[in-house]
């Protein structure tokens, strides 16, 4: 065989060097498989024998792996979120996973598609949250075991030994974590235990002279703070406007109470003949608290309540650009009102 036959079998039909493309084969081979171990198959970094690995309601494995790759746990976070979107097919599951020694990342995100595998529920109720809404959401946890929540409200309240005639603000928001299948009569237990303890600690070292007749008083002043500010910073300000105007005899006049009181007939807008129409809860129509809380109260809420502002005002608005202004007169508070409909229009 001539020299130029044997050069010929060594290359392919289209010229390259048989040689070179199956170096470049193994070459992408091993490049391929130093990828997969960096991230697929990579160990999980876990801290001694086993951690556990709380995933929250709303969490996504797009922002779980970005979150891994932020802090050099893997490499390659691309090739993660394909082999979610290829094999999983599902979303993380709120609740809280057993993670040990030597499980790769691979296996990790199969684990928490799956609210089975959770050792623990993880159970998060939002600061404001009405009492509806808190059962709302603990009638959808698969992993709650329900005995009192399809119960009318009165039989519930008697049920978890609740000496109070309506459950509005009695239970405290905050971020919970129970075992898989605990009962809602244990969890509402919990949160009503928390709540009263906070409530019971901001009592016994309030400020002096609040126009509260008892702490129950102070809880619904604490809902309707609450829900007027989102700002912790404007927490006792907001206090302060509405303990003052009750030491005034002003009325509260605060929306919130009064969508509280519409009920299921709030659809997102508040019009002016809501404002006018008479419930126990509107304040625009009424002296003083409302009946009940409007909603469920942070500690912090709760704290601000008994401990106001000492400015002297008694007028609140939105800026339009986040918080609130806060103002002792009502040519002040006009003016305010004015500033925050031109800011309003501005950006329409």
Same mark, same amino acid.
């Given at each position: 065989?001539?020299?130029?036959?044997?050069?010929?079998?060594?290359?392919?039909?289209?010229?390259?060097? *048989? @040689?070179?493309?199956?170096?470049?084969?193994?070459? *992408?081979?091993?490049?391929?498989?130093?990828? $997969?171990?960096?991230?697929?198959?990579?160990?999980?970094?876990?801290?001694?024998?086993?951690?556990?690995?709380?995933?929250?309601?709303?969490?996504?494995?797009?922002?779980?792996?970005?979150?891994?790759? !932020?802090?050099?746990?893997?490499?390659?976070?691309?090739?993660? @979120?394909?082999?979610?979107?290829?094999?999983?097919?599902?979303?993380?599951?709120?609740?809280?996973?057993?993670?040990?020694?030597?499980?790769?990342?691979?296996?990790? =995100?199969?684990?928490?598609?799956?609210?089975?595998?959770?050792?623990?529920?993880?159970?998060?109720?939002?600061?404001?949250?009405?009492?509806?809404? $808190?059962?709302?959401? =603990?009638?959808?946890?698969?992993?709650?075991?329900?005995?009192?929540?399809?119960?009318?409200?009165?039989?519930?309240?008697?049920? /978890?030994?609740?000496?109070?005639?309506?459950?509005?603000?009695?239970?405290?928001?905050? #971020?919970?974590?129970?075992?898989?299948?605990?009962?809602?009569?244990?969890?509402?237990?919990? /949160?009503?235990?928390?709540?009263?303890?906070?409530?019971?600690?901001?009592?016994?070292?309030?400020?002096?002279?609040?126009?509260?007749?008892? @702490? +129950?008083?102070?809880?619904?002043?604490?809902?309707?703070?609450?829900?007027?500010?989102?700002?912790?910073?404007? *927490?006792? !300000?907001?206090?302060?406007?509405?303990? %003052?105007?009750?030491? !005034?005899?002003?009325?509260?006049?605060?929306?919130?109470?009064?969508? +509280?009181?519409?009920?299921?007939?709030?659809?997102?807008?508040?019009? %002016? #003949?809501?404002?006018?129409?008479?419930?126990?809860?509107?304040?625009?129509?009424?002296?003083?608290?409302?009946?009940?809380?409007?909603?469920?109260?942070?500690?912090?809420?709760?704290?601000?309540?008994?401990?106001?502002?000492?400015?002297?005002?008694?007028?609140?608005?939105?800026?339009?650009?986040?918080?609130?202004?806060?103002?002792?007169?009502?040519?002040?508070?006009? %003016?305010?009102?004015?500033?925050?409909?031109?800011?309003?229009?501005?950006?329409?």
């Amino acid at each position: 065989m001539s020299s130029k036959k044997q050069k010929s079998k060594n290359k392919t039909a289209s010229g390259f060097p *048989l @040689k070179g493309i199956l170096i470049l084969i193994a070459g *992408l081979t091993v490049l391929f498989a130093v990828i $997969l171990a960096t991230s697929l198959f990579k160990s999980y970094p876990v801290q001694g024998e086993k951690q556990m690995l709380a995933i929250g309601d709303g969490d996504s494995y797009s922002g779980f792996i970005d979150r891994l790759a !932020q802090q050099d746990k893997v490499s390659f976070p691309i090739i993660l @979120k394909l082999y979610q979107k290829i094999m999983i097919h599902d979303s993380m599951k709120a609740g809280v996973y057993e993670i040990r020694q030597g499980m790769s990342v691979r296996e990790v =995100l199969e684990l928490v598609s799956n609210a089975e595998n959770a050792q623990m529920n993880r159970i998060l109720v939002i600061e404001g949250t009405t009492f509806k809404q $808190l059962i709302e959401l =603990l009638k959808k946890d698969d992993l709650v075991t329900k005995e009192v929540l399809n119960l009318p409200q009165d039989q519930m309240l008697k049920a /978890l030994n609740i000496p109070f005639n309506h459950p509005e603000g009695l239970f405290a928001p905050d #971020t919970y974590f129970f075992a898989k299948g605990e009962t809602d009569k244990k969890i509402l237990t919990d /949160l009503y235990k928390r709540q009263m303890k906070a409530l019971d600690a901001a009592w016994a070292n309030r400020a002096s002279g609040l126009p509260y007749k008892d @702490k +129950y008083e102070a809880l619904i002043m604490a809902s309707i703070v609450e829900k007027e500010t989102s700002l912790d910073s404007e *927490l006792n !300000q907001v206090s302060g406007v509405f303990i %003052r105007r009750l030491q !005034q005899g002003m009325r509260l006049q605060t929306d919130p109470t009064v969508i +509280y009181g519409m009920g299921d007939r709030y659809t997102g807008n508040i019009t %002016r #003949t809501d404002l006018r129409t008479p419930t126990a809860y509107n304040t625009y129509t009424n002296n003083g608290l409302p009946p009940t809380p409007i909603a469920l109260p942070s500690q912090k809420a709760i704290e601000a309540a008994m401990h106001p502002d000492n400015s002297n005002n008694v007028y609140f608005v939105a800026t339009g650009n986040g918080g609130h202004k806060f103002t002792s007169n009502l040519q002040d508070h006009n %003016r305010a009102v004015q500033e925050y409909l031109t800011v309003i229009r501005s950006k329409n």
